[in-house]
């Protein structure tokens, strides 16, 4: 079924219009390339004229399909949407729909359509790796926030033991002893984190660094203590001197380590994240 024959649209969506034209034809290329990693896609076309558009066919499941149309208005942009048959899906259902063809072009905007790599950095905190932490530490946070199975292995051996000494007040102590651990699960998270935030450190930087196709396969071998080095190294270079993170920090820690990343691939956010949750 064409897309351009349906006269009548089962639900319309509009959100604010935020593509440039210059680029609407590499917007509905990745928009087609992404859902074709979420669905089987039929019919794409894309019309570029005074009002692009882009046409297509989403195959949901086997006995459900669903026909689509973008419109891009001046100041709106608009989702169209008829499933076949009508009553299998819901407006909520076309709505998240409708959000996730949204997220997709908003990546695009924001990523230039390329892989991204982003890296955090909070001020007045260097990264804290796992391995960084005790030795106690590290098996606590092995037993409470790994695999349930070492949970389940020493909650057994432990009971197996006090039962010797305990007899009938085992599971008494057991259950205390779970308890305590519960509520230290919380200081274990937070000493496996990167960083924490407070009133003294609020800022967080986002880098996200734009890979050319070269440079995904690199990324994909490349060791996550290397990663976590690097971040140490730009942290060394900027925040740990009271200087913002800026894209030549990133650029030139990443290019030491065999990317080519340009300054250009590179975009630095800074927010106030302890403002943003304490209002």
Partial sequence: MNNQAVEEWAEVFEVENFL????????????HEELKKLFEVEDFKVELGKVPKAFGRLKVEATLALSFKIELLSDKMMFYFTPHPKIEMSRADLARIALRFESILRDFVETGGKPTLYL?????????????????????????????????????VLGFLMFSFLYYLTPAALVFIQLVIMFYANKLV????????????????????????????????????????????????TLAKNLDVTNMSVASALRRRGFSIDEGDVEVKKFDLYGIVEE
Avoid at 190 to 217: G, H
């Fill in 120 to 156: 955090f950095f909070a001020s007045g905190q260097p990264l804290r790796a796992l391995r960084r932490l005790a030795k106690v530490e590290k098996f606590l946070s092995l037993i409470v926030l790994g695999n349930m199975f070492y949970f389940f292995v020493f909650i057994f």
């Fill in 190 to 237: 937070l000493s496996r984190s990167d960083f924490t935030i407070s009133r003294e450190n609020r800022f967080v930087y986002i880098a996200n660094v734009r890979l050319r196709k070269s440079e995904i396969e690199k990324l994909a071998s490349f060791p996550m203590f290397k990663l976590a080095e690097v971040k140490d190294e730009v942290y060394s270079e």
């Fill in 20 to 31: 440039s034209k210059e680029r609407v034809d590499e917007a509905f290329d990745f928009l």
